[in-house]
């Protein structure tokens, strides 16, 4: 589980609990600039994963880490319940392609950071 704030123009996404271990990540600090758009997309949030590393895999059940797959940016996944999962697609110079990661309240931080989003463009 990922706990979503923004702090100024920075995107927090905070792993909680176990996630933390399995991601081998405690947070990431995205610049909201680096953001193009958010979704709920539990089918994305379902796969396809591409090769991960460092992180976990069991299939079916949990994904988390980073992940390759056809192009030269990785994925930051930790996903558990694809059907709470949010998905952030990244600007080409950002560190990852895709954030995919399960939250409490898919609509409610989709709307945090929709505005958030917002707020910068102006």
Request: glycine share 4%.
């Amino acid at each position: 589980m990922v706990i979503v704030s923004v702090e100024g123009d920075t995107l927090v996404l905070d792993v909680q609990g176990m996630h933390k271990l399995w991601a081998l990540k405690s947070s990431l600090r995205i610049p909201l600039a680096d953001i193009v758009s958010v979704r709920i997309d539990p089918e994305r949030a379902r796969g396809p994963h591409g090769l991960r590393f460092p992180g976990t895999h069991v299939p079916l059940v949990y994904f988390a880490g980073t992940a390759y797959q056809s192009d030269l940016r990785p994925d930051f996944w930790t996903v558990h319940d694809p059907d709470k999962a949010i998905v952030l697609q990244c600007r080409d110079t950002a560190a990852y392609d895709e954030i995919i990661v399960e939250v409490a309240d898919p609509q409610h931080d989709v709307s945090l950071i929709t505005r958030a989003l917002a707020e910068v463009a102006r």
